[in-house]
């Protein structure tokens, strides 16, 4: 039986799940590729930890040059995470015509472009099936499975963590701060947790999406990021009482010659599958013109399905380099000469419905200036609910809004905000009815 050489970079977590999946289910990937997937190298600066799973010592090495410049090794695997030195390694191997599987997603939001092109100049594949969403084959179904469609809308919960955190507050009325306390003792939650819970870790994500979907290089500056920090209970309580939960949600789609890139705290229906989707889970809906609406639901992170992801990948390019299909389908599934600078519309120029909660002084007269303001600014309210009764500390009075212009929505909120009836930064959320209007 043939062979094909791996070189593996990186042994933490994801790196000891692909080695288990590779030992554990070696019968069932020889039957399906009629080759064996051998494991030539292993490199990481930490060689001695016993990472719980056995591995030959003679593969293992602190030099990655190593892997990169052994002619035998034919698909290298990185799993370092982060730019340097994962990029410069990326871009060697690929140079040293290898091919390449990488699970690094904010290299790849940041510095794609470059990387998909010396894949495609050097005639040889690049996997990343496990940037976005951990296990759940989101990568292959649109670059694949949805390629005769113009994709229109994709809307993802992309972020185990923020996932895990708004659903334990939704569920059990707590604070954001202590939820994420808790969420990082559990090990559910990063020490430094500020990639996931500020929507970074999502904009990386929803940056490959966006790519993939409309065959364009998109600048992750221009990526809107609002976080969850901002949460809180009595928002998810006052969303729960108009019919919507509320979810950290990647958004990209197109609108008019521009597309849509953001991240942000989202009020779905609470019959919209998404609501639906609790704890560490992700979920990434696509919409597509011909398919219509599609949701894939799994697991986001951890050793084994990031790991699927990764073995899955390399199963693909190995079935290409045994069959001469090197290249089938471009990195994109676009061909490079049609790939574009996206334009991208800047959040202000938007169009939602939105929740916005005022604290404003319970006393008569004071919700016909807000409406007044909100009516001056071409803002139409559907709905509207005030809280308690002659409190000190103000009282809550929220406003559900019709579609409108983000510009708007800003403009008189900054009105707003100045009343002296007014007693705190009001709260924005978007609402996010997506195309079931
Ligand atoms: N930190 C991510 C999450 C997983 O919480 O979902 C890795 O992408």
């Not at 043939?2 to 692909?18: A, D, R, W």
């Not at 992801?309 to 994109?332: Q, T």
């Not at 000190?392 to 002296?420: F, R, W």
Request: charged share 25%.
């Amino acid at each position: 039986m043939k062979s094909i050489n791996i070189g593996l970079l990186g042994f933490g977590t994801v790196g000891t799940g692909v080695v288990k999946i590779l030992q554990q289910n070696s019968g069932v990937i020889e039957k399906r590729l009629g080759a064996k997937l051998n494991l030539k190298w292993i490199a990481d600066l930490d060689v001695e930890r016993d990472r719980g799973v056995k591995v030959d010592k003679n593969i293992l090495t602190k030099d990655a040059s190593k892997v990169l410049n052994d002619p035998e090794v034919n698909i290298v695997i990185e799993l370092i995470g982060g730019y340097e030195p994962a990029k410069s390694f990326i871009l060697q191997a690929l140079k040293n015509k290898k091919h390449v599987v990488t699970a690094n997603k904010a290299l790849l939001a940041k510095n794609g472009s470059e990387i998909f092109e010396t894949a495609s100049k050097n005639n040889v594949d690049i996997g990343f099936e496990a940037s976005v969403g951990g296990g759940i084959p989101i990568i292959r179904a649109i670059k694949e499975g949805f390629t005769a469609n113009n994709i229109q809308s994709v809307y993802g919960i992309v972020n185990g963590t923020c996932n895990y955190i708004l659903s334990k507050m939704s569920d059990e009325g707590r604070p954001f701060n202590e939820v994420l306390k808790e969420a990082q003792a559990l090990g559910f939650a990063e020490a430094n947790p500020s990639l996931d819970i500020d929507g970074i870790d999502s904009a990386h994500k929803v940056t490959i999406l966006a790519s993939l979907c409309f065959g364009v290089r998109v600048d992750f500056d221009k990526v809107y990021t609002e976080g969850i920090s901002r949460i809180t209970p009595i928002d998810i309580n006052f969303a729960r009482e108009f019919g919507y939960r509320i979810k950290l949600l990647a958004i990209t789609k197109r609108s008019g010659n521009e597309i849509e890139v953001r991240v942000h705290p989202t009020m779905t229906r609470e019959d919209n599958p998404i609501s639906k989707v609790n704890g560490v889970l992700n979920a990434i809906e696509i919409i597509g013109d011909a398919v219509g609406e599609n949701m894939l639901i799994g697991r986001g992170a951890g050793d084994m399905p990031t790991g699927s992801a990764v073995v899955g990948d390399v199963i693909e390019i190995s079935r290409n380099i045994l069959n001469g299909g090197v290249n089938r389908v471009s990195p994109l599934s676009f061909l490079s000469k049609y790939i574009e600078d996206a334009k991208i519309k800047s959040i202000s120029n938007i169009v939602s419905e939105y929740y916005i909660r005022f604290s404003v002084l319970d006393k008569p007269g004071v919700l016909s200036k807000i409406s007044g303001i909100l009516g001056n600014n071409s803002i139409s309210i559907s709905s509207v609910i005030q809280k308690g009764r002659g409190e000190k500390g103000g009282v809550p009075l929220v406003v559900m809004t019709h579609s409108a212009k983000e510009k708007d929505i800003q403009k008189a909120l900054s009105e707003i905000d100045k009343l002296d009836v007014v007693l705190d930064k009001s709260v924005l959320i978007r609402v996010e009815n997506g195309e079931r209007g």
